[in-house]
């Protein structure tokens, strides 16, 4: 799809790439004199203090010509005129762990500096004109493994003042990995070296033996009871213990699904999808309340006469019969062909089914005494760069080859400092108290008041607007506009609020009759000008099996649509 980028001050686009001002460098500091105990009249004898080493003074890796708005002040509307964006709903989730929703994300996108910048291309970048905290990075191939090493910039501080280093890094890295993260972030599902161990807190032969039984997999004999296949490598106790939670876990499963669907889905209850019955009807009734979900998930139906029919064809009398989540999850397991896999697909809860059985395996027999400190693929230490300045270095390995990684690892490098102050447990060396709730817990106060080292500085979020304060030490400068805000807009409402200086710069759908009035430049159109983005996505028809039952139909309906008329007319002219 295209999309209309349009704003209305122009002039206060100077915001374009926020270059500026960092600290101010210091002179280095002389040796301090040294001088002898007291003596008994009270005087002191100063003494020659011993060579010592020059102080080398180490420069901040910052841009030579940054704009720097301490020492020349911003002036009319960049200093006055707080730019406003359009945004939507926001969840309040601003935290670079925690943000669950797109435009959360980019609400802490604006305190946060990345360990790479990605740019307009969608290419990774680092270096001193780069909005990053690497100052260089390079990707080697070695025999099975890629080795990715990242030379991080001197003396760039957070919004604080306090100097970033590598430790800021590894506690990022280190709070993604935690085993009780529960955050939107996929960081731990990348196979660098020794991160499965720790985030299972186990040993590599325990994941090995989990993934060779998950591999071989479930069956049923002829009765239908549920079997398990012969993993290589792996004792006959083990995989009676691996496989013992299966049914218990199950169940749990398909009462999620069953809560979900009733909790987001009582207005489909006596449309095409659940005819025949109301609300009244289903809420509070258990036998119901399950068949509804089974219903709008696709793992049965209702015949004209109100009965479920299962997705294996047997036919349960309601509400009389009883329809329950072991029902469900027999009936779900069975239709999957006990595909594991397949039945991870249908999580509508906080963990996919594969992932539970190998926690609770794990908890139970796998887990090491003293448990798993550290993840052996992520080091750090000191390195001489080309120019011969001395940085830090954070050095992660992977086992084999992932094109996608390198999208993965520059991650928000957060201030340590400012997410464990206040903490009361014990936390190691990166700065995390492993697997422990109360350190998860304690991170999340923090969602509605972002740090890092981004352009801007949160100040508040109130009556649907987050207002910004420019972070003048930001490694690229002073940001030329003095007050940033997003404003939530309805969708759809967007060129309204264009046109009304609602907000300054929204993200409206393109059509050719929004053109046309811009560049007609006529009554409130006269201020706005546009860009057109192209908008990677698809669109679908979809029809729903309930509605019409017979695949041919559906099929022959797919067949008479002229798809290029819909695209033809979707686009216009654009």
């Not at 915001?15 to 002389?30: H, I, M, N, Q, R």
Request: hydrophobic share 35%; charged share 25%; aromatic share 10%.
């Amino acid at each position: 799809m295209k999309k209309v980028l349009a704003l209305l001050l122009t002039f206060v686009m100077v915001f374009s790439v926020l270059a500026a001002c960092g600290p101010k460098e210091t002179d280095p500091t002389s040796p301090p004199t040294t001088t002898k105990a007291p003596t008994e009249s009270g005087e002191t004898t100063p003494v020659d203090p011993e060579p010592t080493e020059p102080v080398v003074e180490v420069k901040p890796d910052v841009p030579e010509d940054r704009y720097d708005a301490i020492a020349t002040p911003r002036t009319g509307n960049n200093a006055t005129s707080p730019l406003v964006v359009s945004t939507g709903t926001l969840d309040g989730k601003f935290s670079p762990f925690f943000a669950t929703s797109a435009y959360d994300v980019d609400v802490a996108g604006m305190t946060q500096l990345g360990l790479l910048h990605y740019n307009k291309d969608g290419a990774p970048e680092a270096g001193i004109n780069s909005p990053s905290f690497a100052y260089e990075y390079k990707q080697d191939v070695k025999g099975d493994t890629s080795v990715y090493t990242f030379v991080l910039k001197n003396g760039i501080p957070f919004s604080d003042g306090v100097i970033m280093s590598a430790k800021d890094v590894l506690f990022s890295m280190y709070v993604l990995a935690d085993p009780l993260y529960d955050g939107s972030s996929t960081f731990y599902t990348m196979k660098i070296q020794g991160i499965g161990e720790y985030r299972l807190q186990t040993s590599k032969d325990v994941i090995e033996k989990v993934e060779s039984m998950l591999e071989a997999g479930i069956d049923a004999d002829d009765e239908g009871n549920v079997t398990y296949n012969p993993a290589a490598g792996v004792s006959e106790a083990d995989q009676e213990a691996f496989w013992a939670p299966l049914n218990d876990l199950g169940v749990e499963y398909a009462q999620e699904i069953i809560d979900y669907v009733n909790a987001a889905y009582p207005a489909y209850i006596g449309s095409d999808y659940f005819p025949g019955y109301e609300e009244e009807d289903v809420v509070g009734n258990a036998n119901m309340e399950a068949a509804f979900g089974m219903v709008m998930w696709g793992f049965g139906d209702l015949d004209d006469d109100g009965n479920l029919v299962d997705a294996l064809g047997n036919v349960h009398n309601l509400p009389e019969d009883t329809v329950d989540a072991q029902l469900y999850w027999d009936v779900l397991l069975e239709d999957l062909g006990y595909n594991l896999a397949d039945v991870d697909e249908e999580n509508a809860g906080d963990a996919e089914f594969q992932q539970r059985l190998m926690d609770t395996f794990i908890l139970g027999y796998g887990q090491i005494e003293g448990g798993v400190p550290d993840i052996t693929g992520i080091t750090t230490g000191t390195v001489v760069s080309d120019d011969g300045v001395e940085r830090e270095y954070v050095e992660i390995v992977l086992d084999g080859v992932d094109p996608t990684a390198i999208f993965k690892l520059g991650v928000s490098v957060v201030p340590q400092h400012y997410y464990t102050d206040g903490y009361a447990g014990e936390t190691n060396a990166q700065g995390v108290d492993v697997g422990n709730k109360d350190f998860i817990a304690h991170l999340k106060p923090k969602n509605d008041n972002p740090v890092g080292a981004g352009p801007y500085v949160f100040e508040e979020y109130k009556d649907n607007v987050v207002t910004y304060s420019p972070n003048e030490s930001f490694l690229l400068g002073s940001p030329r506009i003095h007050t940033f805000r997003y404003k939530e807009i309805s969708l759809g409402a967007e060129l309204d609020s264009l046109k009304t200086d609602e907000v300054h710069y929204a993200d409206p759908s393109a059509s050719t009759t929004i053109i046309n009035d811009i560049t007609s430049g006529e009554g409130d159109y006269e201020k706005l000008q546009y860009t057109l983005v192209d908008n990677d996505g698809y669109g679908y028809i979809g029809i729903q099996g309930q509605a019409i039952p017979e695949l041919e139909v559906r099929t022959a309906l797919a067949r008479a649509m002229n798809c290029q008329l819909a695209v033809d007319d979707y686009y216009g002219e654009l």
